[in-house]
């Protein structure tokens, strides 16, 4: 069974430019969520996808981040446009817990995302 | 910061040392869920304990949870080489059935 991918690893950006983030859940797995991870701090939690419906996207930092999930399968997140405190690594997840608590998410090996 | 807050940032130790780690958080919790990070990787799921759960062991790893301190333990015993890695805890809120919230790591080295 093929777990998270996200592509692409790396990406370098100027400041300005667009970036579109993708990521292939595992087959089956309603839920899916998006973090960030900036300079060894915390892992923020973005937004969680249940299908194709956002559940939660309290943590999406601003109106420049757009998070779509078209059909429930794979998700993108587009930053439009960039910034430099948008570097980070972003993680995305996946749980197949639909209707109960999620205890255990899978997750993608993240897109290093840098900002110049 | 977000819910958890690991204890110490970093820790070196010898390996066949145990490893124990803390996590803090601020509010109810219906779980918490302990996750290791390799290196350029993604999180590994290592286990998880409900709030109505004291101890749990799986392996080399023993957790505890504390939820009148709001406070969590991860311990590895016998550490191996293969244990270096960054640690984090996570945990569900009372609030959000679905929302996981992790906190900074411990990142851990184990010298040979």
């Known amino acids: 069974e093929a777990g998270v991918t996200q592509f692409p690893s790396h990406s370098v950006i100027e400041k300005g430019q667009t970036v579109t983030l993708r990521c292939d859940p595992i087959?089956?797995?309603?839920?899916l969520y998006w973090y960030r991870r900036v300079m060894g701090k915390e892992i923020k939690f973005l937004l969680h996808?249940?299908?194709?419906?956002?559940?939660?996207e309290s943590g999406m930092p601003n109106n420049r981040f757009l998070a779509e999930r078209t059909g429930g399968t794979y998700s993108t997140l587009k930053v439009q446009p960039a910034e430099l405190e948008d570097s980070g690594v972003y993680f995305c997840?996946?749980?197949?817990?639909?209707?109960?608590?999620?205890?255990?998410?899978?997750f993608g090996s993240g897109t290093q995302l840098s900002v110049l | 910061s977000q819910q958890g807050e690991e204890d110490p940032q970093a820790l070196s130790i010898q390996e066949g040392e145990n490893a124990t780690m803390n996590c803090s958080y601020k509010?109810?919790?219906?779980?918490l869920q302990w996750y290791r990070q390799n290196s350029g990787r993604g999180l590994v799921h290592l286990i998880l304990?409900?709030?109505?759960?004291r101890e749990k062991h799986s392996g080399r790893l023993r957790v505890t949870l504390d939820t009148s301190k709001k406070s969590s333990s991860l311990l590895i015993t016998a550490s191996r080489a293969a244990d270096t890695a960054s640690y984090f805890c996570?945990?569900?809120?009372?609030?959000?059935?679905?929302?996981?919230?992790f906190g900074s790591g411990t990142r851990l080295s184990i010298r040979p």
């Open positions: 997840a996946s749980s197949p817990d639909t209707g109960k608590l999620v205890e255990k998410l899978f």
């Open positions: 087959s089956g797995h309603d839920n």
């Open positions: 996808f249940v299908k194709e419906s956002k559940q939660d």
């Open positions: 509010t109810s919790i219906n779980n």
């Open positions: 304990i409900r709030s109505n759960e």
């Open positions: 996570a945990t569900g809120p009372y609030s959000s059935a679905s929302k996981i919230i």
